[in-house]
């Protein structure tokens, strides 16, 4: 039958029990298959259709002609697999089947004893039970065991690397003293916070012995994380060696370079700035510098990487913005040590900071082999931050607001998603503005209108990644002195940006930016005496989004956005794109798997106790599999 473009077969069965129709869609050659007087069996879903009943794109086989009723099929729970216009789920299902008449020759690689004692089943069992399960007990235990399976391999991974820092790698034990700390304290012009001195505690404790430091410093935004980078660094010069801090950006690397800079003048310790804008002649200068020991302390982005950047005593190396950086990045970082003679060998210590917390579940997965300090106190002064979300019909009043303090004085930003963006923005509540297509705000659109607009007469300047750095450099200096009232940005000023007259920011399209994002642009303000305002202007066309604006206009502490991200981005961007190679986990869920997370990284740390290295002969097939599954994600190729 045709109903238009679409042909359908139908057929009708009859048994003694009644009648159900069959209908099939886009099968025309059924015609040739299934005729008038055939004996069928079907399977499939069964729908009334008004006063019968029908099924749709049944499974069936014909069956033979006289003869006894074949005996029924057993009821059982057959899989469903995700199917496409070519592979059907039963098709997917048969060779499914085919495939486990091999599972029995599947090697297993844990002990019987440890399977026993934790009730797993063998791992041909697990594939058994998870494809072709006898009942709902065997689903979950075939799912239990590769759940535990993925994330013991997880842990065993994190303990694996960990052992082998500390077990094999030796670095340079600094020298601390009292007249040592009073000297690095002088050129802070406060006193540090609570938080900040017990971590100074914790990364001094790290720095004097000769087990290669592996910290995570994780602070809120403005909790005063680069007091300790600092401190670390400088314990490190002073103890006649070098250090580097390496930013995931220019623009960021050279607000650390000049900060520093500030910080240590009229010092005797030399600073350089390494990024990729450093070329030719001066490249060449600082790298032989590098390599000489002339220049103490480098601040940098990647470039520091490169197989040409050479250290003669390379202590400290310090990563700013952990989540912007992959594991092979920190390892590549701990090669880099130098020295001469017996310190030939040394690797650098390694800090790795965050203002982005790291719930507690991500932490002891993916971060288990950092130990982990977290500044929970905001230096006195910090100004709390009032966030408002606003929608389309409030753009025009918003930015009225932002004319009221300037003209009190204060500055402003303007944070937008690109720098090239529509050129209908629909700021200050033009006729696009209620409007869910607006065109996407760039920075160039959105300064011209405010400067023709809203912020008429106010002196206004752009700023992204695509300045040359002078450039970049001189619009900060002018907005830091004053002599700008708003910048109008892309997000380069998401972090390290200190100008404590800033006290209002405006973010368009508030619903693209993620959480931790949005919460990293929203310290960029509150680091003066004055109320600070952030004003979210978005338009969130899914729950997701709109659960994200709201929370963030709930709450300002970072750890507790940091727990809702996790739980609103779930478990499968874990690893998150930064980390190269990295794999989601394919069975285990972390918020549905806590437990057995807490089992495999108890069972995992007791493994490695034992086995440092998984180097017995029966643990060949563990650390294969282990290999192959996170080898690339944990950068554990030095290891295996």
């Not at 239990?144 to 997880?154: H, N, Q």
């Not at 300037?406 to 500055?411: D, K, R, S, V, W």
């Not at 297509?437 to 990644?465: I, N, Q, W």
């Not at 549905?592 to 002969?617: G, V």
Request: charged share 30%; net charge neutral.
């Amino acid at each position: 039958m045709f109903f238009g473009r679409r042909p359908r077969f139908e057929v009708v069965l009859v048994d003694e029990t009644g009648r159900v129709d069959l209908v099939w869609f886009n099968q025309n050659y059924l015609k040739t298959r299934i005729h008038a007087g055939s004996r069928l069996r079907v399977q499939g879903e069964l729908k009334r259709r008004g006063h019968k009943l029908q099924i749709a794109n049944a499974r069936w086989e014909v069956l033979p002609e006289g003869g006894e009723e074949p005996p029924g099929r057993r009821e059982r729970l057959r899989p469903v697999y995700p199917a496409s216009e070519r592979v059907k789920s039963w098709e997917i299902e048969a060779a499914m089947g085919e495939a486990l008449g091999a599972a029995s020759q599947i090697e297993e690689h844990l002990p019987e004893p440890f399977r026993k004692e934790r009730n797993l089943p063998t791992l041909a069992e697990a594939y058994r039970m998870m494809h072709r399960p006898e009942d709902e007990e065997e689903v979950a235990a075939g799912r239990r065991r590769l759940a535990y399976d993925e994330l013991l391999m997880l842990q065993l991974g994190v303990f694996l690397k960990r052992a082998h820092l500390r077990g094999s790698l030796r670095a340079p034990a600094l020298n601390w003293s009292e007249a040592i700390d009073a000297h690095i304290r002088a050129r802070f012009a406060f006193a540090f916070t609570g938080a900040q001195e017990r971590v100074i505690g914790e990364v001094v404790k790290d720095l004097t012995g000769q087990v290669p430091t592996n910290r995570l410093v994780q602070g809120d935004v403005g909790s005063g994380k680069t007091v300790i980078a600092l401190y670390s660094m400088l314990l490190a010069v002073a103890s006649g060696h070098q250090a580097a801090l390496m930013a995931p950006t220019e623009i960021l690397a050279e607000q650390h370079y000049g900060s520093i800079r500030r910080l240590l003048e009229g010092s005797k310790v030399r600073v350089a700035l390494l990024t990729g804008a450093v070329t030719g002649a001066d490249r060449e200068a600082m790298l032989g510098g590098l390599e000489r020991g002339e220049i103490d302390l480098v601040v940098g982005t990647h470039a520091l990487l490169t197989e040409s950047v050479r250290f003669r005593s390379l202590a400290v190396a310090v990563i700013d913005e952990q989540h912007r950086f992959g594991v092979h990045q920190r390892a590549r970082l701990r090669v880099k040590g130098g020295g001469e003679g017996d310190d030939a060998a040394s690797t650098p210590h390694v800090i790795v900071m965050t203002a982005t917390p790291i719930p507690r579940t991500m932490g002891i997965t993916l971060f288990g082999d950092l130990d982990i300090s977290t500044i929970d106190e905001l230096p006195p002064g910090r100004t709390p931050i009032e966030t408002r979300v606003v929608g389309p019909a409030g753009r025009a009043e918003a930015y009225a607001f932002v004319r009221e303090r300037l003209e009190a004085g204060e500055q402003a930003y303007v944070v937008v998603p690109t720098i090239d963006g529509g050129e209908s923005s629909g700021v200050g509540g033009g006729e696009d503005s209620g409007r869910s297509e607006r065109a996407l705000a760039g920075v160039r659109s959105v300064l011209k209108e405010l400067e023709g607009g809203p912020l008429e007469g106010r002196h206004l300047a752009a700023l992204h990644g695509r300045l040359k750095r002078e450039t970049r450099e001189h619009v900060m200096e002018r907005f830091r002195s004053g002599k700008i009232d708003c910048l109008v940005a892309t997000t380069v000023i998401e972090v390290g940006v200190d100008v404590p007259n800033a006290t209002v920011m405006v973010v368009e399209h508030a619903d693209r930016f993620g959480l931790a994002q949005l919460h990293q642009l929203r310290g960029r303000v509150g680091r003066g005496g004055a109320r600070s305002y952030c004003i979210l202007l978005g338009e969130p066309t899914t729950p997701d989004a709109s659960e994200r604006l709201k929370v963030l206009g709930e709450t300002t502490d970072g750890f507790v956005l940091a727990e809702k991200d996790f739980e609103l981005r779930g478990p499968g961007e874990l690893f998150g794109t930064r980390q190269a190679g990295a794999s989601p986990l394919r069975v285990a869920d972390l918020m549905r798997d806590r437990e057995l997370l807490a089992m495999a990284r108890r069972d995992a740390k007791a493994w490695i106790q034992r086995s440092p290295a998984l180097a017995k002969p029966e643990e060949r097939t563990l650390l294969r599999r282990l290999l192959r599954a996170y080898g690339e994600t944990l950068g554990l190729g030095d290891v295996g």
